[in-house]
């Protein structure tokens, strides 16, 4: 059964830097890409980071620079640095990946980065 767990969230200060992990079981890790999503109040979730199974990065625009993403494959872990908060990046953080044929999505729980001003 596919299991991701996120953790690393925190109340920070404007500057952070945190750092979000997301624990995944379940599947093959090393062959599929994963992702880092947020969900901001009153805002719908967009995508934040996306890593390939090759390690190639991609990001939105508004973290570029700031965050970045990174995978572990021995820990079957994927990593979410945020530097340079701002309080606009205050949400709930989920990790995300989409295996099996046909694709499923499936979602951590979330974990909460509130960057006060």
Not at 12 to 39: E, N
Not at 55 to 77: A, C, L, M, P, W
């Amino acid at each position: 059964q596919v299991q991701l767990v996120e953790s690393g969230g925190v109340l920070v200060q404007r500057g952070g830097p945190p750092r979000l992990s997301c624990a995944a079981s379940g599947f093959i890790f090393i062959i599929y890409p994963m992702g880092w999503y947020r969900q901001r109040p009153v805002k719908g979730r967009e995508s934040v980071a996306f890593i390939s199974e090759h390690g190639h990065t991609n990001y939105v625009e508004s973290v570029k620079v700031r965050f970045t993403i990174s995978r572990d494959s021995d820990k079957n872990t994927v990593f979410l640095q945020l530097n340079s908060l701002k309080p606009e990046d205050t949400a709930v953080y989920y990790c995300n990946v989409a295996v099996g044929m046909p694709l499923r999505v499936y979602w951590g729980q979330g974990t909460q980065v509130t960057v006060s001003s």
